[in-house]
């Protein structure tokens, strides 16, 4: 069977190496697509470790109430299947810029860059009991890497687990080719129902966090949440690196 990857994709990486690169929000000239003063003002210096007060109990979302739950977790049942979710960084300003040169343009040394905001939090979550949390990443839609070389969410569980010994389980596995991004709100929760499944012959941990990019309707976290509680996995939680 041919491996041979797409014209445009060989093109972008050799262009990644050959050209110099720039900071994605302010332009300057750096190594990595977000400069240090960014990253720290943007992102690191905006959050301290697992955010979770002003927050849903739920979705994770800040809340405008003193309640528990936001509107629509005390409203719907999106989330179901997921103890809790934990997305850190709000889809505006900068953001869609920033997840487009990642997702879209293939710049991967964002990898490293999102690596290094979810750690911490990764970090705590985890615990070091005997039967500690394990970072399940979402599993791309068939053919996405065949067509583009790489999946952004099993690049940035490979920067966690190399870069910082955090655990990986890669045991789901996805049907549906249908991107998310393209469909309404009510449309996204069918289009993964059923389609995200177990690997034949995988083996789940009792306490997962499932990590995704961005969280919009829960239903990618919830489907996964669902998936690995049929398996027998326990406790699942959510981590996201942006919430809309």
């Known amino acids: 069977m041919s491996h041979i990857l797409p014209l445009e994709t060989v093109a972008r990486w050799c262009g990644a190496y050959v050209t110099p690169k720039r900071c994605v929000v302010c332009g300057a000239v750096n190594d990595l697509a977000l400069c240090d003063s960014c990253l720290d003002r943007l992102y690191l210096s905006s959050h301290g470790g697992v955010p979770r007060f002003g927050r849903c109990g739920r979705c994770g979302r800040p ?6 739950l936001c509107t629509s977790c005390g409203s719907t049942d999106a989330l179901a299947s997921v103890d809790r979710a934990f997305p850190l960084f709000s889809y505006s300003g900068s953001a869609p810029s920033v997840l ?3 997702k879209t343009r293939g710049n991967r040394s ?23 949390r394990v970072v399940v990443p ?3 839609r068939p053919g996405k ?5 790489w999946d952004q969410i099993e690049d940035l569980a490979s920067a966690l ?18 991107e ?3 469909l309404g709100r009510e449309a996204r929760a069918h289009n993964l129902q059923g389609s995200i499944r ?7 941990p009792e306490r997962a966090i499932v990590l995704d990019d961005l969280m919009t309707t829960g239903a990618t976290l919830n489907a996964c949440a669902v998936a690995l509680r049929e398996a027998g996995c326990e406790e699942v939680y959510g981590v996201t690196i942006f919430y809309d």
């Open 63 to 68: 809340l405008i109430s003193r309640k528990d």
């Open 100 to 102: 487009a040169e990642w």
């Open 110 to 132: 964002l990898s490293w860059v999102f690596a290094r905001c979810l750690a911490d939090i990764l970090g705590e979550l985890a615990g070091t009991g005997p039967a500690d």
């Open 138 to 140: 979402v599993p791309p």
């Open 145 to 149: 890497i065949r067509k583009r070389g």
């Open 161 to 178: 687990e190399k870069g910082y010994s955090v655990p990986v389980c890669r045991c789901l596995s996805r049907d549906s080719s249908r």
């Open 180 to 182: 998310q991004k393209l």
């Open 198 to 204: 177990v690997r034949n012959g995988a083996v789940v």
